[in-house]
């Protein structure tokens, strides 16, 4: 006899009750916990705001990123259509801040997704393996830990060029560091779990194990230090754009919008106002997600 048939009343309140009685699911806890946080839920709302200006936001300008207009030069905002201002050379502000918030953020995903493939792999393989294998790796990792991270990404760039795709490799490269030491303590911890013994026992490769049983059971760490590694990629970007070896003019990202709004705050300050304004938010908002991320998924706070 079914579940159903057993409980008197509506289909609802049986399939409500069979829920209750199959339980829920570490990630079902997880996620009820996360949209709990009132904090995390603000967070992702504005940043999802965000990324809907990156990408409908220069559709809904009347200039292009990069139009230059003689007679708009430092127009304050409100004037002559603009909504922001304009810079130094008439282009729009907003339009450039549309433009540059999609390249920071598309900077920020990409090369965390490469830090991501890069250190997992690694730190995975590393602890998992252990011995000597462990010692080689993590002693490479120690080296170019060793190493200013800057000076490493400017290295780089200055050996490859100054490609925006190049830019996403180069923060990408250095910024798998951490996220290999991560992986290689959890690792460390998993291998030695009964299920894993069991995958042994089966059989199963060293590469089938790590791939199909390890790198699972690190996601809910690893999606937490994602979410801090975008924004410390936007800062490590902007950085490297105030120096003039980040993206290339005419193209923006809020590094090059800060960079030129310092240089003409004094005739213009809404040139530094509002990409300021715009980084501190985007970046506050992946905070919040990573600390939600982070105490929801924590054992210790279950």
Known sequence: MTVSAMIPGSPERADLLKAAVRGRSLWDDARRRLFRNKAAVAGMVVLALMVALSLIGPLLVPYAYDTVTK???????????????????????????????????????????????????????????GGRVDEVMMRIVDTLYSLPFIFFVILLMVVFGKNIFLIFLA?????????????????????????????????????????????????????????????????AESFLSFLGLGVQAPMASLGTLIAGGAQDMEMAPWLLIFPSAVMIITLMAFNFIGDGLRDAIDPKDR
Not at 187 to 207: D, N, P, V, Y
Request: hydrophobic share 55%; net charge positive.
């Open 71 to 129: 007679s708009d030069v430092w127009s304050a905002p409100g004037v002559r259509g603009h909504l922001i201002g304009a810079d130094s050379l008439g282009r729009d502000l907003l339009a450039r801040l549309f433009a540059g918030l999609g390249v920071s953020l598309g900077i920020g995903v990409v090369a965390t997704a490469v830090s991501l493939v890069i250190g997992v792999a690694w730190g995975a393989t590393a602890g998992y393996l």
């Open 171 to 235: 923060i990408g490269a250095v910024e798998w560091l951490t996220m290999a030491r991560i992986v290689r303590g959890q690792t460390l911890s998993l291998k030695q779990k009964e299920f894993i013994e069991a995958a042994r026992a089966a059989g199963l490769t060293s590469s089938a194990i790590i791939l199909r049983h390890i790198v699972p059971n690190l996601l809910g760490p690893v999606v937490v230090y994602v979410t801090l590694t975008i924004p410390a990629i936007i800062i």
